[in-house]
């Protein structure tokens, strides 16, 4: 008896965080994506890390990502989980470390790009279609599960390239047919696989978000779907599975700070992550809650500043003009995950939650009590414009030859502000969340506008001179590769377009 309480009580359930859910275990959390009453799964309590950083240290990027993923996946086996892990973090990436540290101009840069899509999306990629097929046979699922996507450019090639293939699935992504970039945009609609399909729409990333959760939703939807054996999940942020695997690589970062020697045991870091949807940046919250030492949370905005404003004022307002930036994976006004931390700031009461998401929804506002706004105590928000990204891009190559992605440029500049601004000398660890080949045409720009009437591979030929790395994988694989997926539809016709594919 006393056994199978402890071992109770070690379980993480997950709950939505509208409420209306009984909790479910992990996989059945990763299965569904998205909670019936639109919530978002989060786990009753955040477990503490039970290994020290002196530990982890001394382990591989695979044994950190057992050590915390089994705190999250508590109904998976060692077995199981050890097994997606292998197969996730193998030489898909192209160095041992996955995701490395290099140090420039004064603050540690977590390299989280190395990956199939190089983009830091395929860190949590990788893994999901692993922890999901695995999901679907623990809890003997019949039905093919159809993997529904809203991408703002990054999500949709890993979620592509995760899930290609894969039996008993299919991938429906949903791209702003104007709102990504050129390589962006080949790598999408180049993707091979029987089972992928790629969409563009007539709208922005938000459009595309928000229909596909209307298409969630839908219960009459799901109810054809169920009688037609197809069962719909997510590969955005708002599953679990996303979340879970992005907070190994903090933890792993700390770990390696130690390892050489460039923090004491227990010296506090702070982080800086480009952010769009609050994904990313929710998962260092998670690590901090955990017992990592991490000092500030600061999160970085592009000119879709909503979250910077959020962090000044309590109050979350996307009404406003929708901005194209040169880091459109940040071109995002309605983010997400943001929901996951309002739902700890209001102490986990569900119906709060939901009454702010419901203002959100009616009126695209709302406004936190100053309770709440106590709550966010370790986080600072800031952000940067355009020529501020472009101008921090050309520094740091003139100043170390080091070339960064116009997101993690965004970061790297409001860390310059938020130094400057509060004289924190702590440590700072940097997200740097893509490849500067991803973005050839903004970062060879902003180095020297000559490069404006190159093609997009000489480009990245040039790119591969200048920052001494060779170029990557992802890009000489879609230099000739024929485009596979070229239907565009109106943001209205999301639900139809998916009946059609699925001949339902
Ligand atoms: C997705 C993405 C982001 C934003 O991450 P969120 O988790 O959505 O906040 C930042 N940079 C790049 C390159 C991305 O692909």
């Not at 009580?9 to 009984?22: F, I, N, V």
């Not at 703002?152 to 970039?181: M, Q, W």
């Not at 009688?227 to 599975?241: C, E, K, T, Y």
């Not at 905005?301 to 929708?322: A, H, M, P, T």
């Amino acid at each position: 008896m006393k056994i199978q309480r402890k071992e109770k009580d070690m379980e993480t359930l997950y709950k939505s965080t509208r409420g209306a859910e009984r909790a479910v275990a992990s996989s059945k959390a990763i299965l569904k994506g998205l909670a019936d009453d639109g919530g978002l799964f989060v786990p009753e309590k955040i477990p503490a890390l039970d290994k020290t950083p002196e530990e982890f240290a001394q382990m591989s990027y695979q044994e950190t990502a057992y050590e915390v993923m089994k705190l999250y996946l508590t109904d998976y086996t060692e077995e199981e989980l050890k097994t997606c892990i292998a197969r996730a973090y193998d030489d898909k990436f192209d160095t041992k470390r996955i995701a490395p540290l290099t140090e420039a101009d004064g603050a540690y840069y977590l390299e989280l790009y190395h990956g199939a899509t190089i983009a830091f999306k395929d860190m949590a990629l990788s893994i999901l279609p692993h922890l999901m097929t695995t999901a679907a046979k623990k809890n003997r699922i019949q039905n093919e599960i159809v993997i529904l996507t809203a991408t703002s450019g990054d999500t949709g090639k890993a979620a592509l390239s995760g899930f290609a293939d894969v039996e008993g699935v299919r991938i429906i992504v949903f791209y702003p047919k104007n709102g990504v970039s050129p390589i962006q945009e080949r790598q999408m609609v180049t993707q091979k696989g029987k089972n992928t399909f790629v969409i563009g729409i007539r709208g922005n990333f938000d459009d595309a978000q928000t229909g596909v959760k209307r298409i969630f939703s839908d219960g009459a939807l799901k109810e054809r779907m169920g009688a037609a054996g197809f069962q719909f999940s997510s590969a955005n942020s708002i599953n679990i599975g996303r979340l879970v695997p992005q907070i190994v690589y903090y933890v792993y970062a700390y770990a390696s700070l130690l390892k050489e020697g460039r923090i004491a045991s227990g010296e506090q870091v702070n982080v800086v992550v480009p952010t769009g949807n609050f994904g990313n940046i929710l998962a260092a919250y998670y690590a901090k809650e955990m017992g990592l030492p991490i000092g500030k949370l600061i999160c970085a905005s592009n000119e879709n500043k909503v979250l910077f404003d959020f962090f000044q004022s309590g109050i979350y307002d996307r009404n406003r003009e929708f901005v194209l930036t040169s880091s459109p994976s940040m071109d995002i006004l309605i983010s997400s995950n943001l929901e996951r931390l309002l739902y700890r700031l209001v102490g986990g009461d569900a119906a709060a939650d939901a009454a702010f998401m419901e203002q959100l929804g009616r009126s695209g506002k709302y406004e936190i009590t100053e309770a709440m706004k106590e709550g966010l105590i370790s986080f600072y928000g800031g952000y940067a414009c355009e020529e501020e990204v472009a101008a921090r891009i050309r520094e740091l190559y003139e100043k170390c030859g080091y070339i960064l992605d116009p997101h993690t440029a965004v970061a790297s500049v409001v860390y310059q502000k938020y130094a400057r601004e509060t004289k924190d000398g702590r440590k700072t660890v940097i997200a740097s969340t893509a490849s500067p080949f991803k973005f050839t045409r903004s970062v060879l720009n902003a180095i020297d506008p000559q490069y404006d009437a190159w093609d997009d591979f000489a480009l990245a030929d040039e790119l591969s001179k200048l920052s001494g790395r060779a170029v990557p994988r992802a890009i000489e694989e879609i230099r000739t590769a024929p485009v596979l997926h070229e239907r565009v539809c109106g943001k209205e016709e999301m639900a139809d377009i998916v009946c059609g594919l699925l001949g339902i």
